[in-house]
């Protein structure tokens, strides 16, 4: 098959998996071909070679496999990580998060952090590139995510400067810790989700409880126990009245919720 005739099968086989098919065609061809997209588009009546190996990956992706982990790797704030089944795939609107953090960090000159729940690595990761001078202690429950943000963090040369605790949120962390940073599980675990996320990705790190913010709360219990000064989190678009009563009822000096680019509300970031 040439390659726009394998583009033309691909693309059919992806109608009910993908919203741009065509598009989601070219990208794992051009990662089957090891090229660029433009090249599809210059060699179009090349032969594709290997072409069995194309009609796997174009089989996972039909099957609703998240794109990111049949190429292994995603594009996150201004680096690219690998990523694969076992931890989340880092989100656009998780950038945010960073962006509010970072402005924190900056103004009160912060140097020690902790965050809950470190996934592939991608906070953890961005924060220490950004800030030479930040040592970040990242936990995290699970095993799996454990092992790949420790690929992403040796890969970044940021072992000396981000620990990996396996544990709950931050049980057994004795250091001092001036902001925490979370990006928990925070759907409430009847909530209705696409298959490339419910059947993929993993369930630990998107159910947060039967409502969904019960993680969301004991984070800020902890945070406030451990003598942290400021905690940075995202939440969902619906949990803002929530977490505004449970953080009042905590007791801190002001709350700032922020919006994603959709207008949701997506976080807050809180002085105790
Ligand atoms: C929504 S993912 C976020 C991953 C990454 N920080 C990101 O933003 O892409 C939540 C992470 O929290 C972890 N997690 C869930 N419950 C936890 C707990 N009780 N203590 C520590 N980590 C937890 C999950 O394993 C998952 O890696």
Known sequence: MTIK???????????????RPLFEAELLLAYHLHKERVYLHVHEHDEVDNID???????RRASHEPYEYIVGKVSFY?????????????RPETELLIDEVSSVIEKEDITS???????????SIVLARKFPSLKIIATDISLDAIAIAKDNIEAFGLSDRITLVHTNLLDGIEEQIELVVSNP??????????????????HTALFGGEIGDELLKQIITQAKQKGASYLACEMGYDQ????????TQSGVQYIKFYDDLA???RGFITKF
């Open 78 to 90: 201004d680096i690219k990580l690998f990523v694969k089944q076992g931890v989340l795939i880092p």
């Open 53 to 59: 190996s194309f009609k796997s990956l174009i089989a």
């Open 263 to 265: 207008g949701l509300n």
């Open 113 to 123: 952090i902790a965050e809950i729940g470190v996934g592939s690595g991608a906070i």
């Open 185 to 202: 599980p925070y759907i409430a675990s009847n909530a209705l989700l696409k298959s490339n996320v419910k059947d993929y990705e993993p």
């Open 240 to 247: 803002k009245a929530s977490m505004e009563h449970f953080l």
């Open 5 to 19: 005739e394998t583009l033309s099968w691909a693309s059919e086989q992806l109608q009910f998996s993908c919203e």
